[in-house]
DNA sequence: CTGTTAGCGCCTTCAA
DNA sequence: TTGAAGGCGCTAACAG
């Protein structure tokens, strides 16, 4: 037994000389309602505190057929440094509404999830977030049919099952926003488009950029093809730059990317962003980790988290719709001010630029 | 309901017309220790595929009082790049056993961390984990006195609570060799040790260092401080380098200290390897990411997580005791080539070194 | 080899 | 205002 003496609410009830009727009201904020006399009450708060009463939730579970407990199953979202912001966000919602997660990870095996989902649904979670490291359309698990189910950034167009997604179209404006904001309306790139990735995020993001510069008139310059790393990405943009190309502003889409894009740049002399200005997606910790600080619009991890867990709880809330979670512009310094033109911003102490 | 219809035993047993004690020895594999009629199996297997029953376990775990669920209590070891590799890992052995994670993250809050323990000892939890982001020493909070744990990543010298632990002294054994393997034998200077800092991952690496190369009569040529970040690192690196200092080799305390210490080399013209080799602690995919590939000494999160489910499913294994988790190698391109002595390596295809 | 029976701890209808 | 009683779904003596 893992835990020393069991107390049950019947030891409560005798050592306050109530029913145990008396005691599951009183513990169960009943009191008021059903009258119950305040010396009764105090009586067995008191019991409750010398006993260190705990009641046992699979006790109450058998009975109300809710645990106060949701599943997310995920591919590898508790992995690397970017899905994981959902799992906190997630976390800290069912917190507030006094639920816990219990997890699981597939790793990719379709088999693993329909064992989760078989555990969980054993367990008598009240429902389920399914959620995946990268946005993608995907199918959801048979198994999954007839729970209560959140889909989190993933959806399946054939179910109407309720999603929360990135709004990644929206996201995208907000980068070119950023560097019309800074006065560069020419020589604009965008780095990593690659035919070859099923990921949805990509067109997206593209499709806001080309809209927002579209509405002013600007064309976007071109993309600079490779695959979602830092070394495709520096590979692909030092190969460009050395076919003698030269940039105002490089739209980099997520922050490996733009990691590799800083270094090619670096590697051809090219100041960020006396030089070019660069603007990114993720919001990740990377990016505040480069020299200069990478702006980035971050996909919003922990709030589609917090949303996912509201919506499981609310089905009328959540209906059976897609819902978009704004992403908000991380500020770094590598976009130009847009009073300079073609210099870089002043040093800071102790700062060198090479 | 979340989930459509509820199956019961009975459902199973009625259908396959034996008694639920029948179709629950079968169900629980002892059909041959009970001597149970293979045509009544037969029955009974039909019905529970028939009728897609699942047990539900919170009515078995009122009865065993068991729940095939352990806890994990962190403070932000969901967030982050760094330690959610644990996660991972204990998810990962807890498949294994048969048995599913439920997680709270308290975000440093011990009141949280309280109200967590509470939560998961009402649902019965088979034990609990207790895990931190960086290793520290700390007290293990009252209310697990009692409870099966296991700490992780911490520990509490206080009390004989056993401990999963980074054989953090070997590690720093590890970087030190790595950089001897290359020849390399003076001019050998730490980043990062910090005064202010409370972690105990510093001092032990520290520690190891000195002892390897002490065994060959080198000395540590001396440690350059700062806190344990991009920025620090960069600016104090940076500083010491403008005071004219040139190391043979920088071993980092960490791997965003060694991205720091890489920005400040660039500034200053130092080509890695070639003039100065570089090796780290962490092992984090930031390692990868940079240029030249970092050479690190990794923390083991995952088989720090998968070592501290077994030791909370055996606690014969587990003892009271601190258990240790070798730190490996993640080899990388920063530390010279043995052969060469102060050139760098030569260049890949698409290269270039600036 | 299989069925009957008695709880696990809690909630809740019904009576008092 | 409080108590008695039944049952949630499952397991495990104990009989047959």
Redesign the pocket.
Known sequence: VPFSR?V???DVAERAG?????A??I??GRSAQ????A??ERRVRDAVAALDYR??RN??S???ATTSTIGLITDYVASGMFASGMLSGANAAARAANHLLVIGETEGDAAIGDLLVDEMRERQVDGILYATRTTVRTALPKRMRGARVVMLNCHDPALGVPAVLPDEVSGGRIAAESLLAAGIDHGIFVVGEDPDRGAVAGPLRLAGIRDCLGERDIRLAGVISCAWGVEPAYDAVAAWLRRGNRPEALVCLNDRIAMGTYQALEGAGLDVPGEVSVVSFDGSDLASWLRPRLTSVAIPFPAMGVLGVELLLDPVRAGSSTHLVPMPLVAGDSIRSSSLKTNGLPLGPGESRL
């Open positions: 069991r049950t609410l019947t109530v029913s145990t009727t008396t599951s009201y513990l169960n059903m009258r119950i006399s010396e009764a009641p046992n006790a109450r058998l009975r109300t």
